[in-house]
């Protein structure tokens, strides 16, 4: 596992160039492409979403789009439409935004549910069909949605099925005194994403996700994950609780973060690591819970506290 360790924190390292003291975020966001998963970025603006995505798509030298959410955006844009060419006397594909390996989907809930739902199937099938005919989108392929926690004027709610295609929901938050002092100084010459370097190939982002599989789980680490998974789906306070494409996720995530830390098997903390992230945003409280201002972060921390580990025996 050495190299692959090494892989994983050569990008960690490089992207922590630009983004200064949010070291968690990142892991989590790497981890989650060598899981071939999506991120959902949860934060208010400012703190360095964007850049965040533009640091990770120049580490590895993938190609990266921008598109801004609103609510003139058309499915099309997304996924692409076919042009006649009267040339050729034929229908030629005219690709969308998705034809990259890093999209930034930018504040996803100020566009309309048409276009929202665009994305499900690229999100899922790494394809997109137009007109009948599928194209494949490149690999690695990651889509990375911004919205803000905080203004909902004129947004539309990202549907449960949406929700649930995003592999993890990672927040970035305010840096500490220290922290905003080192984005001060590196920004007063230049960017500092101008300056970062192609640190890993696409080849071996590639070859990460392939190994990622292979990290052995035990009988009881499984166990521990549906027990974690049914307390959520049975506490008082859920309406809905995470589906089994959750469990899945759960599971891949405590096997790139097993992978991480430089192991070939998984162990109870790699599942605690990532149950939050992985499981928070899958989450509907009832009305009772969002009266009395539960949230879901809070919900797990209870069940995680409840819920017995496996023995250390590994």
């Known amino acids: 596992m050495s190299s692959e360790l090494n892989t994983i924190q ?47 798509a120049k580490s590895i030298n993938g190609t990266f ?9 058309l499915p099309s844009d997304i996924t692409g439409f076919s042009m006649y ?9 005219r690709s969308g935004a998705v034809m990259c390996n890093f999209l930034l989907a930018d504040e996803i809930n ?7 739902s665009s994305l499900l199937e690229v999100m899922q099938e790494y394809q ?45 938050g305010y840096p500490s005194n ?19 370097e192609c640190v890993a190939s696409i080849k071996e982002i590639l070859n990460l996700q392939d190994l990622v599989p292979k990290v052995y789980t035990d009988e009881r680490i499984y166990q521990y994950i549906i027990s974690l998974v049914s307390a959520v789906r049975s506490h008082p306070n859920i309406e809905l609780g995470p ?15 097993a992978m991480f830390k430089g192991r070939d098997y998984v162990v109870p903390d790699d ?18 819970a969002k009266m009395r201002d539960v949230s879901q972060d809070e919900v797990l921390s209870k069940i995680i506290m409840e819920v017995s580990v496996p023995g250390t025996n590994y």
């Open 110 to 116: 100020r566009t309309s549910p048409k276009t929202q």
């Open 243 to 257: 589906s089994p494409r959750a469990s899945i996720a759960l599971h891949r995530a405590a096997q790139a973060h």
């Open 128 to 172: 997109v069909t137009v007109d009948g005919v599928t194209y494949a989108v490149p690999k690695p392929f990651m889509v990375i949605a911004t919205q803000n926690p905080i203004e909902y004027l004129g947004t539309y709610p990202l549907p449960e099925a949406q929700l649930d295609r995003f592999f993890m929901k990672v927040s970035i």
């Open 178 to 196: 220290d922290d905003e002092k080192n984005i001060l100084k590196l920004h007063a010459q230049h960017n500092p994403i101008d300056s970062l």
């Open 10 to 56: 050569r990008l960690i390292n490089n992207v922590e160039k630009a983004i200064v003291g949010k070291r968690k975020p990142i892991e989590l966001v790497v981890l989650a492409l060598v899981c071939k998963g999506h991120v959902l970025l949860e934060d208010v603006p400012g703190v360095g979403k964007t850049s965040l995505v533009s640091a990770l």
């Open 65 to 73: 789009k921008r598109i801004q959410f609103t609510p003139d955006v």
């Open 271 to 288: 599942v605690l690591a990532v149950v939050k992230p992985v499981l928070s945003h899958r989450i509907i409280l009832n009305r009772e």
């Open 85 to 93: 060419n009267k040339k050729t006397d034929n229908f030629e594909y």
